[in-house]
Nanobody
Framework: QVQLVESGGGSVQAGGSLTLSCAASERTFSTYAVGWFRQAPGKEREFVAR????????DYANSLKGRFTISRDNAKNTVYLQMNSLKPEDTAVYYC???????????????WGQGTQVTVSS
């Protein structure tokens, strides 16, 4: 059982930056794909970004390309989400998820963190 813990959320003004971290409890994490998802109040959870097990392949929601960057450090069992030029509409709870399938569909991931709140004010 892999436990995931997100950190790095907080409050920031529009145009600012935050870096989220997703730390895993097990070394098997380095063999898993990881996805970031977010859920705003009253909205469904949506795909943000994903990275394959090696870190060589990444993918982003079209609307976020150029502002968000996903990366990983398997030696530290950690995946990162660098978020730049943040907008109020980026306000949401951000979740990381891990599993053997490199997917944009949240239900295909086996392990989830508890989420971290990101609030962007105008």
């Amino acid at each position: 059982q892999v436990q995931l813990v997100e950190s790095g959320g907080g409050s920031v003004q529009a145009g600012g930056s935050l870096t989220l971290s997703c730390a895993a409890s097990e070394r098997t994490f380095s063999t898993y794909a990881v996805g970031w998802f977010r859920q705003a109040p009253g909205k469904e959870r949506e795909f943000v970004a994903r990275i394959n097990w090696s870190g060589f392949t990444t993918d982003y929601a079209n609307s976020l390309k150029g502002r968000f960057t996903i990366s990983r450090d398997n030696a530290k069992n950690t995946v990162y989400l660098q978020m730049n030029s943040l907008k109020p509409e980026d306000t949401a709870v951000y979740y990381c998820a891990a599993g053997p399938v490199w997917a944009v569909i949240s239900t295909l991931y086996d392990y989830w963190g508890q989420g971290t709140q990101v609030t962007v004010s105008s």
